[in-house]
């Protein structure tokens, strides 16, 4: 699977639009774009995945650049709850069995 | 259902004992996962299952580590010879396999361990 780059942390102010970038510039075309955040003391939990149109859930937007090269969450308004470490992974879809995290970005929504 | 279920969500125990958890995954999911989770690092992969088959294990999963899903519903990991560097979050998942597996993992809350 291809490897995945995230700031290991950011600030965003609650209500406004949290925007948490990834880079991977080694995408293939068969794999795809998944988020997944963990808050403190849980295990990690789903939020979007893509492969090269963007996607919108009730959690969060999903941006795939036109060349799949880097991705963007968008969490549209921010509460102090969204505090999370947020995990960017590429992985082809129904091959090999299992997500490989990285360190994630360090999301801090402050009041 | 109530999601992914690990048991117990604390274990503390000296070196060189004996811990099993236990991971009773959303019950129409037949694939199920095991990771760790040190401080402050992401999870690390370790073992999978498909119904009672346990098709991938990762190099981290030493020796000392077994892991089993007899029916096909629940499973244990058990960790003999316990070291402080067993000392982690043990969590589970589970999914759905096929193309409904695609929507991603559902993780439980997991277990920490600490040897001391």
């Known amino acids: 699977d291809a490897k995945t780059t995230q700031p290991p942390s950011m600030d965003c102010a609650e209500g406004r639009a949290a925007n948490l970038p990834c880079n991977h510039s080694t995408i293939s075309g068969n794999e795809y774009v998944y988020w997944y955040r963990q808050i403190h003391s849980q295990g990690p939990q789903y939020i979007i995945h893509?492969?090269?149109n963007n996607e919108t859930n009730e959690m969060a937007s999903l941006i795939i650049t036109e060349d799949r090269k880097s991705s963007t969450l968008i969490l549209p308004h921010a509460t102090l709850r969204d505090t999370a470490v947020y995990y960017c992974i590429v992985r082809v879809v129904n091959y090999g069995q299992n997500f490989v995290f990285g360190p994630g970005t360090r999301l801090s929504v402050l009041p | 259902d109530t999601g992914v279920s690990q048991n117990p969500r604390h274990k503390i125990t000296k070196r060189g004992q004996n811990v099993t958890f236990r991971c009773d995954p959303i019950?129409?999911?037949?694939?199920l996962y095991w990771y760790r989770q040190t401080l402050g690092q992401g999870p690390e992969f370790l073992t999978y299952f498909q119904n009672e088959a346990q098709l991938e294990k990762s190099r981290l999963l030493s020796d000392r580590f077994s892991a089993e899903r007899p029916k096909g519903s629940f499973s244990t990991l058990e960790i003999q010879r316990t070291e402080q560097g067993d000392s982690a979050m043990y969590l589970c998942a589970s999914s759905l396999g096929g193309a409904q597996g695609n929507y991603g993992y559902t993780f439980g809350s997991g277990t920490r361990l600490t040897v001391v």
């Open positions: 019950s129409e999911h037949n694939r």
């Open positions: 893509g492969l090269k």
